[in-house]
Nanobody, 128 residues
Framework: QAHVAESGGGSVQAGGSLRLSCIRS????????????MGWFRQAPGKEREGVAA????????YYADSVKGRFTISRDNAKNAVYLQMDSLKPEDTAMYYC?????????????????WGQGTQVTVSS
């Protein structure tokens, strides 16, 4: 059965870096191509979930939220069926539960409603 799973969260001081990983597994060839959009989302306590970055597993473009442009980098490794989120210059306001998700390529972007497969989340805490 298709699913995605995140790892790599933790606690870091402001200005530090973390790298999140997301592994896709259980996708058939056709299902994998249909759900080639991979997104990173985050949700802080008391706030709505927001899109952070999104990428196609096999093409472009790449999408970033304005709040993370220049600090976060999303990348992929097709051989490992993996997507990564490199987070640099972290700020306390980046503190949240981070989720990885897979969704249809035709609707790829930062809107969470189109994503079908969601991971359990990994906590990122940035202290000042």
């Amino acid at each position: 059965q298709a699913h995605v799973a995140e790892s790599g969260g933790g606690s870091v001081q402001a200005g530090g870096s973390l790298r999140l990983s997301c592994i896709r597994s259980g996708f058939t060839y056709s299902n994998g191509r249909a759900n080639a959009c991979m997104g990173w989302f985050r949700q802080a306590p008391g706030k709505e979930r927001e899109g952070v970055a999104a990428i196609f597993m096999d093409s472009f473009p790449i999408y970033y939220a304005d709040s993370v442009k220049g600090r976060f980098t999303i990348s992929r490794d097709n051989a490992k069926n993996a997507v990564y989120l490199q987070m640099d210059s972290l700020k306390p306001e980046d503190t949240a539960m981070y989720y990885c998700a897979a969704g249809p390529r035709s609707l790829c972007g930062l809107g969470d409603s189109i994503f079908t497969f969601w991971g359990q989340g990994t906590q990122v805490t940035v202290s000042s």
